[in-house]
Protein backbone atom coordinates (compact mmCIF):
# COMPACT_ATOMS: atom_id res chain seq x y z
CA UNK A 1 0.00 0.00 0.00
CA UNK A 2 1.40 3.25 -1.04
CA UNK A 3 1.89 5.82 1.70
CA UNK A 4 0.82 9.21 1.13
CA UNK A 5 3.40 11.94 1.02
CA UNK A 6 3.33 14.21 3.83
CA UNK A 7 1.70 17.58 3.01
CA UNK A 8 3.94 20.59 2.03
CA UNK A 9 3.59 23.56 3.90
CA UNK A 10 1.54 26.36 2.65
CA UNK A 11 3.23 29.43 1.65
CA UNK A 12 2.21 33.14 1.22
CA UNK A 13 1.83 34.25 -1.74
CA UNK A 14 5.04 36.24 -2.63
CA UNK A 15 3.04 39.10 -4.77
CA UNK A 16 1.90 40.95 -1.70
CA UNK A 17 5.41 40.81 -0.06
CA UNK A 18 6.56 42.39 -3.65
CA UNK A 19 4.13 45.09 -3.23
CA UNK A 20 4.65 46.10 0.15
CA UNK A 21 8.03 46.99 -1.09
CA UNK A 22 7.07 48.47 -3.91
CA UNK A 23 4.65 51.10 -1.88
CA UNK A 24 7.81 51.70 0.62
CA UNK A 25 10.14 52.58 -2.07
CA UNK A 26 7.40 55.07 -3.38
CA UNK A 27 6.61 56.32 -0.29
CA UNK A 28 10.55 56.72 0.57
CA UNK A 29 10.97 58.72 -2.69
CA UNK A 30 8.20 60.88 -2.23
CA UNK A 31 10.02 61.66 0.98
CA UNK A 32 13.23 62.21 -0.75
CA UNK A 33 11.52 64.85 -3.12
CA UNK A 34 10.01 66.56 -0.49
CA UNK A 35 13.19 66.90 1.36
CA UNK A 36 14.72 67.98 -1.75
CA UNK A 37 12.28 70.67 -2.42
CA UNK A 38 12.17 71.90 1.46
CA UNK A 39 16.05 72.14 1.37
CA UNK A 40 15.61 74.34 -1.60
CA UNK A 41 13.27 76.74 -0.34
CA UNK A 42 15.21 76.92 2.76
CA UNK A 43 18.34 77.46 0.14
CA UNK A 44 16.15 79.97 -1.57
CA UNK A 45 15.37 81.81 0.99
CA UNK A 46 19.26 82.04 2.94
CA UNK A 47 19.82 83.57 -0.25
CA UNK A 48 17.37 86.32 -0.40
CA UNK A 49 18.53 87.21 3.23
CA UNK A 50 22.18 86.65 2.25
CA UNK A 51 23.12 87.45 -0.53
CA UNK A 52 24.80 90.90 -1.61
CA UNK A 53 22.93 93.60 -0.70
CA UNK A 54 21.59 96.51 -3.29
CA UNK A 55 22.45 99.66 -2.74
CA UNK A 56 19.61 101.79 -2.91
CA UNK A 57 17.09 104.31 -1.25
CA UNK A 58 13.57 104.91 -1.26
CA UNK A 59 11.63 107.89 -0.66
CA UNK A 60 8.36 107.68 1.47
CA UNK A 61 5.16 107.96 -0.40
CA UNK A 62 6.71 107.75 -3.84
CA UNK A 63 5.07 105.34 -6.22
CA UNK A 64 5.78 101.18 -5.80
CA UNK A 65 9.39 100.52 -7.08
CA UNK A 66 10.72 104.13 -7.27
CA UNK A 67 14.44 104.48 -5.67
CA UNK A 68 16.91 106.34 -5.68
CA UNK A 69 20.95 105.78 -5.60
CA UNK A 70 23.17 106.44 -3.39
CA UNK A 71 25.04 109.57 -4.96
CA UNK A 72 21.34 110.80 -5.74
CA UNK A 73 20.16 110.84 -2.64
CA UNK A 74 23.33 112.33 -1.22
CA UNK A 75 22.73 115.22 -3.84
CA UNK A 76 19.22 115.47 -2.99
CA UNK A 77 19.66 115.84 0.79
CA UNK A 78 22.82 118.13 -0.13
CA UNK A 79 20.12 120.49 -2.37
CA UNK A 80 17.42 120.65 0.87
CA UNK A 81 20.29 121.33 3.47
CA UNK A 82 21.85 124.02 1.48
CA UNK A 83 18.22 125.64 1.27
CA UNK A 84 17.82 125.68 5.27
CA UNK A 85 21.21 127.13 5.65
CA UNK A 86 19.88 129.83 3.35
CA UNK A 87 16.13 130.21 5.30
CA UNK A 88 14.61 129.17 1.95
CA UNK A 89 11.28 127.42 1.77
CA UNK A 90 10.47 124.44 0.61
CA UNK A 91 9.66 125.39 -2.52
CA UNK A 92 12.69 126.39 -3.29
CA UNK A 93 14.06 123.41 -3.18
CA UNK A 94 11.25 121.29 -5.73
CA UNK A 95 11.98 124.16 -7.92
CA UNK A 96 16.02 123.09 -7.63
CA UNK A 97 15.29 119.22 -7.68
CA UNK A 98 13.08 119.71 -10.71
CA UNK A 99 16.19 121.53 -12.33
CA UNK A 100 18.22 118.70 -10.94
CA UNK A 101 16.52 115.62 -12.54
CA UNK A 102 16.24 116.94 -15.62
CA UNK A 103 19.65 118.67 -16.27
CA UNK A 104 21.68 115.62 -14.80
CA UNK A 105 19.13 113.53 -13.09
CA UNK A 106 20.57 114.22 -9.37
CA UNK A 107 24.21 112.65 -10.77
CA UNK A 108 27.65 114.94 -10.36
CA UNK A 109 28.17 115.08 -14.28
CA UNK A 110 31.63 115.81 -15.05
CA UNK A 111 30.89 116.26 -18.91
CA UNK A 112 27.79 118.07 -20.52
CA UNK A 113 27.07 120.42 -23.59
CA UNK A 114 29.92 123.01 -24.04
CA UNK A 115 31.52 123.16 -20.97
CA UNK A 116 28.32 122.76 -18.24
CA UNK A 117 28.71 120.65 -15.44
CA UNK A 118 27.35 119.10 -12.56
CA UNK A 119 24.10 119.03 -11.02
CA UNK A 120 22.82 121.48 -12.74
CA UNK A 121 24.97 121.70 -16.07
CA UNK A 122 26.05 125.14 -15.20
CA UNK A 123 28.68 126.71 -17.51
CA UNK A 124 31.94 128.61 -15.97
CA UNK A 125 32.25 130.45 -19.37
CA UNK A 126 28.68 131.90 -18.38
CA UNK A 127 30.17 133.14 -14.97
CA UNK A 128 28.96 130.00 -12.73
CA UNK A 129 31.86 129.54 -11.16
CA UNK A 130 34.87 127.71 -11.38
CA UNK A 131 34.79 123.98 -12.70
CA UNK A 132 36.10 122.69 -9.13
CA UNK A 133 33.17 125.06 -7.56
CA UNK A 134 30.76 123.44 -9.89
CA UNK A 135 31.26 119.92 -9.36
CA UNK A 136 30.68 120.44 -5.73
CA UNK A 137 27.45 119.87 -4.79
CA UNK A 138 27.07 122.59 -2.16
CA UNK A 139 28.39 125.42 -4.31
CA UNK A 140 26.46 124.16 -7.45
CA UNK A 141 23.01 124.17 -5.05
CA UNK A 142 24.07 127.76 -3.90
CA UNK A 143 24.73 129.15 -6.80
CA UNK A 144 21.30 128.06 -8.52
CA UNK A 145 19.15 129.48 -4.80
CA UNK A 146 21.41 133.06 -5.41
CA UNK A 147 19.69 133.14 -8.87
CA UNK A 148 16.48 131.74 -7.87
CA UNK A 149 16.13 134.46 -5.61
CA UNK A 150 17.05 137.48 -7.72
CA UNK A 151 13.43 136.52 -9.95
CA UNK A 152 10.77 138.47 -8.75
CA UNK A 153 7.85 136.48 -7.44
CA UNK A 154 9.56 133.42 -7.95
CA UNK A 155 8.25 131.87 -4.73
CA UNK A 156 4.52 132.19 -6.42
CA UNK A 157 5.91 130.85 -9.36
CA UNK A 158 4.85 127.81 -11.02
CA UNK A 159 7.91 125.20 -10.44
CA UNK A 160 8.85 124.97 -14.84
CA UNK A 161 8.20 128.27 -14.71
CA UNK A 162 10.68 129.33 -11.90
CA UNK A 163 13.54 126.68 -12.77
CA UNK A 164 13.45 128.24 -16.60
CA UNK A 165 14.13 131.50 -15.34
CA UNK A 166 17.20 130.51 -13.34
CA UNK A 167 18.28 127.72 -15.98
CA UNK A 168 17.27 129.38 -19.59
CA UNK A 169 16.82 125.99 -21.39
CA UNK A 170 16.41 125.46 -24.92
CA UNK A 171 13.39 123.37 -23.60
CA UNK A 172 11.65 125.64 -21.45
CA UNK A 173 8.64 123.33 -20.43
CA UNK A 174 10.69 120.08 -19.73
CA UNK A 175 11.22 120.94 -16.05
CA UNK A 176 7.65 120.57 -15.41
CA UNK A 177 7.95 116.48 -16.18
CA UNK A 178 9.52 116.46 -12.86
CA UNK A 179 7.68 118.27 -11.20
CA UNK A 180 5.68 115.91 -9.42
CA UNK A 181 8.96 113.67 -8.29
CA UNK A 182 10.85 116.76 -7.54
CA UNK A 183 7.94 117.65 -4.66
CA UNK A 184 8.31 114.10 -3.28
CA UNK A 185 11.62 114.04 -2.98
CA UNK A 186 11.67 117.60 -1.36
CA UNK A 187 8.82 116.67 1.13
CA UNK A 188 11.22 114.14 2.20
CA UNK A 189 14.59 115.39 2.62
CA UNK A 190 13.79 118.34 4.31
CA UNK A 191 12.03 117.08 7.21
CA UNK A 192 8.36 117.79 6.32
CA UNK A 193 7.99 113.69 5.90
CA UNK A 194 9.36 111.93 9.01
CA UNK A 195 11.89 109.19 7.93
CA UNK A 196 10.77 110.44 4.69
CA UNK A 197 14.33 109.29 3.10
CA UNK A 198 15.47 105.12 4.28
CA UNK A 199 19.53 103.95 1.89
CA UNK A 200 20.62 100.25 2.33
CA UNK A 201 23.84 98.93 1.64
CA UNK A 202 26.10 96.49 3.00
CA UNK A 203 28.77 97.91 5.01
CA UNK A 204 32.46 96.78 5.17
CA UNK A 205 33.44 94.74 7.71
CA UNK A 206 37.23 96.16 7.11
CA UNK A 207 37.64 99.50 5.97
CA UNK A 208 39.78 102.57 7.01
CA UNK A 209 38.54 104.95 9.20
CA UNK A 210 36.14 106.69 8.08
CA UNK A 211 36.24 110.83 7.52
CA UNK A 212 34.04 113.41 10.43
CA UNK A 213 31.11 114.09 8.88
CA UNK A 214 30.47 116.92 11.22
CA UNK A 215 32.28 119.55 8.90
CA UNK A 216 30.52 118.91 5.95
CA UNK A 217 26.94 118.68 7.90
CA UNK A 218 28.08 122.03 9.25
CA UNK A 219 29.07 123.26 5.97
CA UNK A 220 26.17 122.10 4.02
CA UNK A 221 23.06 122.71 6.40
CA UNK A 222 24.54 125.04 8.70
CA UNK A 223 23.92 122.91 12.01
CA UNK A 224 26.93 123.07 14.27
CA UNK A 225 26.22 120.83 16.75
CA UNK A 226 24.11 117.73 17.36
CA UNK A 227 23.82 118.09 20.86
CA UNK A 228 21.79 120.79 21.02
CA UNK A 229 17.70 119.87 20.10
CA UNK A 230 16.04 120.51 16.97
CA UNK A 231 12.99 121.54 15.70
CA UNK A 232 10.84 118.19 14.38
CA UNK A 233 10.81 119.33 10.69
CA UNK A 234 14.95 120.24 11.00
CA UNK A 235 15.52 117.29 12.73
CA UNK A 236 14.04 115.23 10.09
CA UNK A 237 16.09 117.31 7.29
CA UNK A 238 19.56 116.70 8.86
CA UNK A 239 18.30 112.86 9.70
CA UNK A 240 17.85 112.55 6.06
CA UNK A 241 21.19 114.21 5.18
CA UNK A 242 22.64 111.40 7.31
CA UNK A 243 21.21 108.85 5.74
CA UNK A 244 21.82 110.09 2.45
CA UNK A 245 25.95 110.40 3.05
CA UNK A 246 25.50 107.22 5.05
CA UNK A 247 27.81 105.53 3.21
CA UNK A 248 30.18 108.22 2.40
CA UNK A 249 30.95 108.68 6.03
CA UNK A 250 30.80 105.02 7.33
CA UNK A 251 27.60 106.01 9.46
CA UNK A 252 25.64 102.65 10.83
CA UNK A 253 23.26 104.24 12.37
CA UNK A 254 20.96 107.47 13.05
CA UNK A 255 18.54 107.70 14.93
CA UNK A 256 15.73 110.65 16.02
CA UNK A 257 12.64 111.33 17.16
CA UNK A 258 11.92 107.69 18.61
CA UNK A 259 13.12 106.22 15.39
CA UNK A 260 16.72 104.76 14.16
CA UNK A 261 18.12 103.80 10.79
CA UNK A 262 20.57 101.54 9.91
CA UNK A 263 22.13 100.81 6.92
CA UNK A 264 21.63 96.91 7.00
CA UNK A 265 17.46 97.20 7.18
CA UNK A 266 17.20 100.45 5.23
CA UNK A 267 13.96 100.94 7.18
CA UNK A 268 13.23 103.60 10.46
CA UNK A 269 11.97 101.54 13.02
CA UNK A 270 10.83 102.67 16.89
CA UNK A 271 13.55 103.04 18.82
CA UNK A 272 13.27 104.10 22.57
CA UNK A 273 11.72 107.39 24.04
CA UNK A 274 11.07 110.24 21.32
CA UNK A 275 13.00 113.32 21.96
CA UNK A 276 14.62 116.30 19.99
CA UNK A 277 18.32 114.99 19.60
CA UNK A 278 19.75 113.77 16.07
CA UNK A 279 22.46 110.80 16.69
CA UNK A 280 24.49 109.49 14.47
CA UNK A 281 27.19 106.18 15.22
CA UNK A 282 30.30 105.59 12.86
CA UNK A 283 32.13 102.38 12.12
CA UNK A 284 34.88 102.43 14.05
CA UNK A 285 36.79 99.17 13.23
CA UNK A 286 39.56 98.81 10.54
Same mark, same amino acid.
Given at each position: ??????? @?????????????????? $?? %????????? %???? *??????? @?????????????????????????????????? $????????????????????????????? &??????????????????????????? #??????????? !?? *????????????????????????????????????????? +????????????????????? &??????? +? #??????????????????????????????? !? #????????? !??????? @??????????????????
Amino acid at each position: MAVAAPP @RSVRPPARPRRRLRKRTR $VL %AGLLAVALV %AAGA *VATLAWF @RHSGPVVASCRVASASPGSELGLDQAANATTIAA $VAAREGLPDHAVTVALAAALQESRLHNLN &YGDRDSLGLFQQRPSQGWGTPAQLMTP #SYAAAAFYEQL !TR *VPGWDQMAVTDAAQRVQRSGAPTAYANWEGEARTIAIAVTG +EQPGGLACRFATPKHAPLPPD &YMSALTR +E #SGVTTLAAPLAKARGWGIAAWLVGHAQQYGI !T #SVTFDGQRW !TPASGKW @RSYGTPDAHVRAEQRNTT
